[in-house]
Structures are given as structure tokens and as C-alpha cells.
């Protein structure tokens, strides 16, 4: 049964039931429920393929098989674990297990201490320490302001307010 099937007041009950399960991913992409962190790779490994956003609020959710739940996170949902140098430009592999080759139109986005990327209309991600530490070998200063080059391409290093980037 799809939930569009379902009446208003059961599908009401079913988003608070996918609600209250009390699942978080910290900042540092450790998954904890109730409090305690997941220390079991092949359940972590299942979570962090699961991850996703819901297609209409944008909201952190994990799905396993059919059925699926929201996720609060202390930062964004997806992490950036590696950044790969390949003659198309970069590739990152994030905490999904998924690889992605960088697009153009990409920036790297600065928030204090913390670098982002907006992989794609719905979803965010933040280079961990390693994959940042990498990042260094690419930088450039150009005119006075950075950019990423790497596999013949270019990207901005765009430094964003605090409060700009909240969201």
C-alpha cells in the first residue's frame, strides 16, 4: 500500500510514527539511537546507504527496503569522506558508499572552519577533516580569490555567512 493510499488521520499517525524513532547523525557522520552510537560496521554500512531526503520537504530520512523514517542530524545528512583527482576533474565518495564525478557548476562553499557542496538540488554534503585536508592539494589562488583545480576544470571557493548557510 502506497501512502497516498491512506486516509488523512492514518497517514497523520503513520509521519509521527516515522517521527518518534529516535535516530541521529552527528556531525562526524556517527549513527546513534537513543543517545548511543552504532559501533557495528555492517549496520552503520546499512544506514549510511539508506540515507536520502524526502523528495518533497528535503527532510534527512533513512529507508531500508520499503519502509523508511526521518533522521535528525546535527549537521547535513551527507558527508564527503574522499575527494579523487581523475582527468574528468574530481570525484567525491561520500558516506552513502556512492561516488559522484564534481559537476562545473559547483562551488566549494566555506562556513568558518567547515567546507560544503551542494551536490545537487536536494542534497548538501560536508567535507570531513581527511577529505578537506586533501582538498589543500588543489587549491589555487587566483586574483585574489581561491578555486579548486583539478583534472583540467575549476571551481570557486565561496565563503558564505553563518547564518547564510544555515539550511
Not at 558508499?97 to 562545473?104: M, Q, S
Amino acid at each position: 500500500m502506497n501512502d497516498a493510499d491512506l486516509d488523512p488521520a492514518a497517514r497523520a499517525r503513520l509521519d509521527a510514527l516515522r517521527r518518534s524513532l529516535d535516530l541521529r547523525l552527528d556531525a562526524e557522520g556517527t549513527w546513534h539511537h537513543e543517545g548511543v552510537p552504532f559501533t557495528h560496521p555492517r549496520l552503520v554500512e546499512l544506514f549510511d546507504r539508506g540515507l536520502d531526503v524526502h523528495p518533497d520537504t528535503g527532510e534527512p530520512t533513512l529507508r531500508i527496503d520499503d519502509k523508511w523514517c526521518y533522521v535528525r542530524v546535527d549537521d547535513v545528512p551527507f558527508l564527503v569522506r574522499a575527494l579523487t583527482e581523475t582527468a574528468a576533474g574530481l570525484e567525491a565518495r561520500l558516506n552513502t558508499r556512492e561516488t559522484l564525478t564534481l559537476p562545473a557548476d559547483l562551488a566549494f562553499e566555506t562556513v568558518g572552519d567547515r567546507v560544503y557542496l551542494q551536490l545537487d538540488r536536494r542534497r548538501r554534503a560536508r567535507l570531513t577533516r581527511p577529505a578537506q585536508a586533501a582538498l589543500a592539494s588543489w587549491l589555487v589562488e587566483r586574483d585574489g580569490a581561491l578555486e579548486v583545480r583539478a583534472g583540467g576544470r575549476r571551481w570557486p571557493v565561496v565563503a558564505l555567512d553563518e547564518a547564510v548557510s544555515s539550511g
